[in-house]
């Protein structure tokens, strides 16, 4: 009888150990439906803090200033003009042609104006949606839940894509990374469908590719990581796991005959959108200043290619490691590779060599070890290996090389080595690039977790569980601090001056954002003067510092950076700055040549029309003086500045109820300025009562910064 007890306990505890054995699986099978869905839940709660955020850098000039968005100019419009609201064969365009995005910010405008949280709000939502779309893919593609989900989780958290998120103008990024993803969607329906349906979802691939380069120019790639997909399927590199229910669907026996078609449809599609690019581009040629993209202007081409190849390099290292994130790296940042004895060559090196050896690993080492195989099962007439070990080992070399295709192709436009772009090193452009790397990484992971396996499965699945969740606690820490400095002027520029102190146009933007703030005058000073001494002519730093300087009484130094601006910038900006501190300190007839240097450079400068005009009326000339203010607010209604001295003229001439409209102008386009003091001129004392009230509580903007907005150093618009 007790025999008989434990042979009936052995079977329960055969079936309790295959329970047992079968949970995990069960559960990584059922984590599939619902991983989509939690990365883009962790896309929104690690950007949630970037919903505070204010317009910075491009936002201001790519949205507030922007006709386009704001619906100040028709809707064909947008189709013909650049991201910026130039035309496009305007030889000042930069040719970046994204009409959807714009598109994009136009309806957010017409939603709720220019309040910015849903502008940001839309982003987040954005990221969401292709966190959630790219995990759906790598589900799809990599083999092992595990695997789609490490890769979706680490895209939906990573870092670098802070400033394609946090930033507003960032959006481009964002728009082409969905339909890029859904292009190669559509291309894979393409190929596993039917007869029938086939050519309709390949059609398809090349209308969401067409709409992913309409949002940033980089999307045109989707067509060529298309046929790197493709290319690899065909020679067999990638294959259906036999082991995975969630793996690529098998190939039907037409792949190979229906491959060159779409191929062929690819290099046709792709021809046709670059030659209507062009077209729209006009024959003009873009146009970028030195400190775009200091190595473009290096006479020797040697320069030139080692220091493109070290850039490359250190996109590849942010995103390997994405901790020294800075919003600039424009002029002096990068010094140029002018030797092959400069020790930053061994990061092109190193890249090189990885590019080297994922290519054996992919390609080469599988085909050799293959040939070996076939000649030692004839040697020794042993058995070959199950069919599913191969598979499985092919299929792990052929998802590193589409990986590895993922990251580099998307990322070619921006690498400086096809095109002349328009910055040195850029966080935003590494959006799409890193779906491929976040999928390696996941790999690695996967790889790693095998090998452990062989050893010890349950301290496996607690290493790659305790390794994933260090990545994405480290990931959502950066990020989120990253969000913050994007949330305002002073902050990015704060931490952009830790992160690179050699830029000069940091430094000059950090001290403008102390500047209007009011914060640290001091500081603002110690940071243009900082800049200067980076970059000597850099006519932005000093026409600013001498405003401030003309704000503390300092006139006399004002004057000598000012004259210094005119000499490097004989601009109408800078002549009209001058005239201002000639005028300051009395010398009138000092300043009326400077007058009209400036409006000879620039007939419709409102700036100079107005202080011309103010001028006039010192001297007494009161009918010069009213012609010239009435052509400043003729040139540039929202000039607050032109309507307050224009009310002043016609106040003292007398005539109170003109003066009151001009001031009425003047306080509704700037409601805490001093007009209110002159409303009670007028007997307004409610509405003055208000003004007043106002000025006290918020600090006067310097409006002379006004007319150095042309001169801001901002960073390069660029055209990727």
């Not at 086939?198 to 999307?219: I, Q, V």
């Not at 092959?340 to 080492?365: I, K």
């Amino acid at each position: 009888m007790a025999k008989a007890r434990v042979h009936k306990t052995k079977p329960a505890r055969s079936e309790s150990n295959e329970m047992e054995k079968s949970k995990p699986a069960a559960y990584e099978y059922n984590l599939v439906s619902i991983t989509p869905l939690a990365a883009a839940l962790v896309a929104v709660l690690v950007y949630c803090n970037s919903l505070l955020g204010e317009f910075v850098l491009d936002d201001r000039e790519a949205i507030v200033s922007n006709k386009d968005v704001l619906g100040q100019s028709p809707l064909a419009e947008v189709f013909l003009n650049d991201y910026w609201g130039t035309e496009l064969k305007n030889n000042e365009s930069h040719k970046s042609y994204r009409p959807l995005t714009v598109l994009s910010f136009r309806a957010n405008h017409a939603i709720h104006g220019l309040e910015v949280t849903g502008f940001h709000a839309a982003n987040v939502g954005l990221h969401a949606i292709v966190s959630a779309l790219y995990t759906h893919v790598c589900l799809d593609v990599l083999g092992p839940p595990s695997a789609g989900a490490t890769a979706g989780l680490l895209f939906a958290t990573t870092p670098i894509h802070t400033e394609a998120v946090a930033s507003v103008v960032g959006r481009a990024e964002l728009l082409c990374a969905l339909f890029y993803l859904s292009a190669l969607g559509a291309y894979k329906r393409s190929i596993t469908s039917s007869s029938r349906s086939r050519f309709a979802w390949l059609f398809g691939t090349m209308l969401l590719s067409a709409a992913a380069m309409l949002a940033k120019e980089a999307g045109i790639t989707a067509l060529a990581l298309a046929a790197a997909y493709d290319l690899l399927l065909h020679q067999r590199v990638l294959c259906k796991l036999p082991w995975q229910p969630r793996s690529p669907a098998a190939l039907p026996d037409s792949v190979d005959s229906s491959v060159g078609i779409r191929m062929a449809s690819l290099l046709a599609a792709a021809a046709t959108l670059l030659l209507c690019r062009l077209h729209l581009m006009g024959s003009l040629p873009t146009i970028f200043k030195w400190e775009d993209n200091p190595a473009s202007f290096a006479p020797d081409a040697s320069t030139r290619g080692l220091t493109y190849a070290y850039l490359g390099a250190r996109h590849m290292w942010l995103l390997v490691s994405p901790l020294k994130l800075c919003a600039d790296w424009s002029g002096h940042s990068i010094a140029l590779i002018t030797s092959l004895t400069d020790p930053r060559n061994a990061a092109t090196l190193a890249l090189v060599a990885a590019g080297l050896q994922l290519t054996w690993l992919c390609l080469l080492r599988p085909r050799q070890e293959g040939i070996a195989r076939t000649r030692s099962e004839k040697a020794h007439s042993a058995a070959p290996l199950p069919a599913a070990c191969e598979q499985v080992h092919t299929n792990r070399e052929g998802l590193i090389a589409l990986s590895a295709a993922a990251t580099l192709i998307p990322f070619l436009p921006a690498s400086h080595m096809l095109i002349r772009v328009g910055f040195v090193l850029a966080e935003r452009v590494l959006y799409l690039p890193s779906m491929g790397f976040c999928a390696m990484v996941a790999l690695g992971i996967e790889e790693l977790h095998g090998r452990l396996g062989h050893i010890h499965q349950p301290l496996a699945r607690r290493a790659r569980a305790a390794l994933v969740g260090a990545l994405l606690l480290s990931y959502s820490a950066k990020t989120l601090q990253r969000n913050r400095a994007w949330g305002s002027s002073l902050a990015l520029y704060e931490e952009g001056v830790l992160v690179n102190p050699g830029n000069a146009k940091l430094q000059y933007n950090l001290g403008l954002a102390l500047q209007e703030n009011e914060a640290a005058p001091a500081l603002a000073e110690q940071h243009y003067r900082e800049a200067l001494r980076i970059r000597s002519d850099y006519t932005a730093a000093m026409s600013n510092l001498a405003v401030m300087l003309e704000g503390s009484g300092r006139l006399h130094e004002a004057e000598e950076l000012h004259r210094r601006a005119v000499k490097l910038d004989p601009s109408a900006g800078t002549w009209d700055n001058l005239g201002t501190v000639l005028q300051k300190q009395g010398r009138l007839e000092e300043a009326h040549p400077c007058y009209e240097s400036a409006l000879s450079l620039d007939p419709r400068h409102a700036k100079t029309y107005s202080n011309y005009g103010q001028l006039h009326q010192t001297l007494g000339r009161l009918d010069l003086a009213e012609a010239y203010l009435r052509r400043a607010v003729e040139e540039n209604p929202a000039q607050a500045s032109a309507h307050s001295n224009l009310g002043n003229l016609l106040q003292a001439a007398g005539r109170i109820a003109e003066a009151q409209q001009a001031y009425e102008v003047d306080h509704t386009l700037t409601p805490i300025s001093p007009s209110g003091e002159n409303l009670l001129h007028g007997k307004r004392c409610q509405e003055a009562h208000r003004s007043l009230r106002r000025a006290s509580v918020a600090p006067p903007h310097a409006s002379i910064l006004e007319c150095n907005s042309s001169c801001c150093a901002r960073r390069s618009k660029g055209s990727i």
